[in-house]
């Protein structure tokens, strides 16, 4: 999970493959099952994407983040995601040229799938994201990079979407985890926690705020216990 900065092309792509004739289209999204042969498995995956998303955008944290997404008015591409020996990811997101600026890839990975990609071994994971927390991490991404803000924070980026989706987390009642680097479980005092990610992360904070105000403002409102962002606008606007 996470932003992958391929040279041009991201894992398992193929630049000349032709489009998908099974695909759709929902707001900004065109979501293409690029490399499925089996028209049923292309037409189960256009289908599990977009029903994630439209779950998605039925939370507060998710409708701000599309809505920031919709209303810079770029096409966003979601296609398969592939492994390679080299790669091991929940998804990426990487900002280009040509007709969508920015592409997303992204496979969900439900029950049995989803131990085999963590190789049987779970419970060595103390944090397994769910399809939808995945996708609000490179939502995250996708709104920094149609807003011109994509890498402004260079390393910082991973631990904004890893923000972003601890709210949503929390608003669906999930354990958020204590930083994009460690990943681990955060069980304890929720509204703590959040005070002490808000002070550990300030700098960072200020700077989306400050980037992509709209977002942030939204965000804000959210009510639920982890919202640093809230806290920062309470002291400092």
């Given at each position: 999970?996470?932003?992958?900065?391929?040279?041009?092309?991201?894992?398992?792509?193929?630049?000349?493959?032709?489009?998908?004739?099974?695909?759709?289209?929902?707001?900004?999204?065109?979501?293409?099952?690029?490399?499925?042969?089996?028209?049923?498995?292309?037409?189960?995956?256009?289908?599990?994407v977009?029903?994630?998303?439209?779950?998605?955008?039925?939370?507060?944290?998710?409708?701000?983040?599309?809505?920031?997404?919709?209303?810079?008015?770029?096409?966003?591409?979601?296609?398969?995601?592939?492994?390679?020996?080299?790669?091991?990811?929940?998804?990426?997101?990487?900002?280009r040229?040509?007709?969508?600026?920015?592409?997303?890839?992204?496979?969900p990975?439900?029950?049995?799938?989803?131990?085999?990609f963590l190789?049987?071994?779970?419970?060595?994971?103390?944090?397994?994201?769910?399809?939808?927390?995945?996708i609000?991490?490179?939502?995250?991404?996708?709104?920094?990079?149609?807003?011109g803000?994509?890498?402004?924070?260079?390393?910082?980026?991973?631990e904004?979407?890893?923000?972003?989706?601890?709210?949503?987390?929390?608003?669906?009642?999930?354990?958020?985890v204590?930083?994009?680097?460690?990943?681990?479980?955060?069980?304890?005092?929720l509204?703590?926690?959040?005070?002490?990610?808000?002070?550990?992360?300030?700098?960072?904070?200020?700077?989306?705020?400050?980037?992509?105000k709209?977002?942030a403002?939204?965000?804000?409102y959210?009510?639920t216990?982890?919202?640093?962002?809230?806290?920062?606008?309470?002291?400092?606007?």
């Amino acid at each position: 999970m996470g932003t992958f900065i391929p040279p041009f092309l991201g894992p398992g792509e193929h630049l000349f493959e032709p489009a998908a004739s099974i695909q759709a289209v929902f707001g900004p999204f065109t979501i293409r099952p690029d490399g499925m042969d089996d028209g049923h498995d292309a037409r189960a995956y256009v289908g599990q994407v977009m029903g994630i998303v439209r779950m998605v955008e039925t939370t507060r944290v998710g409708k701000a983040v599309i809505a920031e997404i919709r209303s810079r008015k770029k096409p966003v591409l979601i296609f398969p995601l592939e492994q390679v020996d080299d790669v091991m990811a929940y998804a990426w997101v990487y900002p280009r040229w040509g007709l969508f600026p920015v592409v997303v890839s992204f496979t969900p990975l439900f029950g049995r799938r989803l131990r085999q990609f963590l190789g049987d071994e779970e419970q060595k994971f103390d944090k397994v994201y769910t399809p939808h927390e995945t996708i609000v991490h490179e939502f995250a991404h996708v709104a920094r990079a149609v807003s011109g803000n994509f890498d402004r924070l260079g390393d910082d980026e991973e631990e904004l979407a890893t923000m972003v989706a601890n709210m949503f987390a929390v608003e669906i009642n999930r354990a958020p985890v204590n930083s994009y680097d460690e990943m681990k479980s955060v069980t304890g005092n929720l509204a703590a926690f959040s005070k002490t990610y808000y002070r550990d992360n300030f700098d960072m904070i200020e700077a989306f705020c400050k980037q992509n105000k709209t977002l942030a403002t939204e965000l804000s409102y959210v009510n639920t216990t982890f919202n640093p962002i809230r806290l920062y606008m309470d002291e400092n606007l």
